[in-house]
């Protein structure tokens, strides 16, 4: 559903959401699920580089699709802050503490929500944490944890790579990272994908994941390691509890699901392209140029949540009121047919996408995850020679969320081990 414009091609548009002068498309809701690129692209041909669009619970933001737009937002806070504190939807009562917007969109006390030199104190912790937790062996955590799951479906001869590899790898290599068990670890994959989901539930699993955090901050405080937590607790930055909680969160949601999802469209890649599997098995082909593709043409976030107006400006020829919400559309703006005219030419040396965010706030453990990924991949076409889809790949299926289009199995056969 999509509101009508009356104003000329040339005319400012202002901020129907506002004043709920009409219907909006929704960015949830079954459309959304099953054919997110759709929306975006009428949307692009109503509104231009800028939309107005209806959130989970029917709550007005503005999704930007224009790839400059998106870079004049994300590189300038000073003008669009992370702070949602300046939400007006939220000053103004329209958000309750359970909306299942809050665990995406609403202020922590984390790096991601800051700006200024609150940005700078708490970023240059992860920085620093994440460094050290690559100095201690992410690529020897990522062999270890590959093999060990391949071990438990290599005598079958079949498995669906998304439930039995991707879906789990990133999160047990980051729990080892964090110094949580692997038991903990596999309980997190499930409440973490709930978040990224939303809906109803997505408040009770972020409960779950922060009681668990928690308790492991509490238990590093009085038995240190040489793990992640017990460096950001012996930072000179002096994180309190609250945000030693809201960064393993941090840390653990955007690391795990983002790295799951592009390893899963990666192996999807590989193995729908007989020339790419060979490319990669001869040598002549590298993982890193295979993710560069997909982070131009299904980046792991789709959507990137928010940023606030911090006073009145126009974008993309829309007037955005003080307050308002803007979320950034990482998989449009990456498809923006002013930087891509013809999306089939080949992207490979550009690393100009927005997959990883960009400006102050860009991810900064994209590092860790390609990392993850060259494991991922190289192992298991190592372990499994004669790797193939058990399904002609028409039949893949993906169901998205405001935030993310994931594959829902990617079934495979192999001779069995």
């Known amino acids: 559903m999509t509101e009508q414009n009356h104003d000329g091609p040339d005319a400012p548009r202002g901020c129907p959401f506002a004043h709920g002068s009409a219907e909006l498309t929704r960015l949830y809701g079954p459309e959304a699920a099953t054919d997110p690129q759709g929306i975006y692209e009428r949307l692009r041909k109503e509104h231009g580089s800028v939309a107005p669009v209806l959130l989970e619970g029917d709550i007005g933001a503005w999704l930007v699709l224009g790839y400059r737009d998106s870079r004049r937002v994300l590189d300038n806070p000073r003008q669009f802050a992370r702070d949602a504190r300046i939400w007006r939807d939220w000053r103004e009562g329209r958000i309750a503490e359970n909306h299942p917007l809050v665990p995406m969109v609403a202020w922590r006390p984390d790096c991601v929500s800051q700006d ?72 997190l994959v499930e409440s973490s994908a709930m978040v990224f989901q939303g809906g109803e539930d997505a408040i009770l699993h972020d409960g779950i994941i922060r009681e668990i955090l928690g308790d492991l ?43 799951s999802n592009l390893l899963s469209r990666v192996l999807q890649l590989i193995l729908t392209d007989a020339s790419r599997l060979s490319g990669l098995t001869s040598g002549q082909l590298t993982v890193s140029a295979l993710v560069e593709e997909v982070m131009w043409n299904s980046p792991p976030l789709s959507v990137l949540p928010g940023r606030f107006a911090v006073s009145d400006v126009e974008l993309g020829g829309h007037h955005i009121t003080e307050g308002d919400l803007l979320v950034l559309g990482l998989a449009p703006g990456n498809r923006d047919p002013e930087v891509r005219p013809d999306p089939d030419v080949s992207v490979q040396g550009n690393g100009s996408h927005l997959a990883f965010s960009a400006g102050p706030h860009e991810c900064p453990g994209q590092s860790i995850g390609l990392s993850i990924i060259e494991i991922a991949v190289d192992v298991l076409l190592h372990r499994l020679p004669g790797l ?25 056969e192999f001779p069995a081990q």
Not at 391 to 411: I, K, N, Q, Y
């Open 116 to 187: 200024g030199e609150a940005h700078r104190r708490l970023r240059g912790a992860v920085n620093d944490g994440l460094q050290a937790a690559v100095g201690r062996g992410i690529r020897r955590h990522a062999t270890h944890f590959a093999n060990k799951q391949i071990d438990a479906f290599a005598q079958d001869g079949r498995a669906d790579l998304v439930a039995d590899y991707a879906g789990y790898l990133p999160m047990l290599i980051l729990t080892r990272v964090l110094g949580l068990s692997e038991a903990e670890g596999r309980r």
């Open 388 to 412: 193939r889809l058990a399904v002609p790949p028409e039949e893949l299926t993906e169901t998205a969320s405001t935030w993310m289009s994931l594959l829902d199995s990617l079934p495979v």
């Open 217 to 259: 901050v509490e238990r590093k405080r009085a038995e240190p390691g040489s793990d992640f937590t017990t460096g950001l607790l012996e930072h000179p930055a002096a994180l309190d509890h609250d945000e030693m909680v809201s960064h393993l969160r941090l840390v653990l949601m955007a690391g795990h699901s983002t790295t």
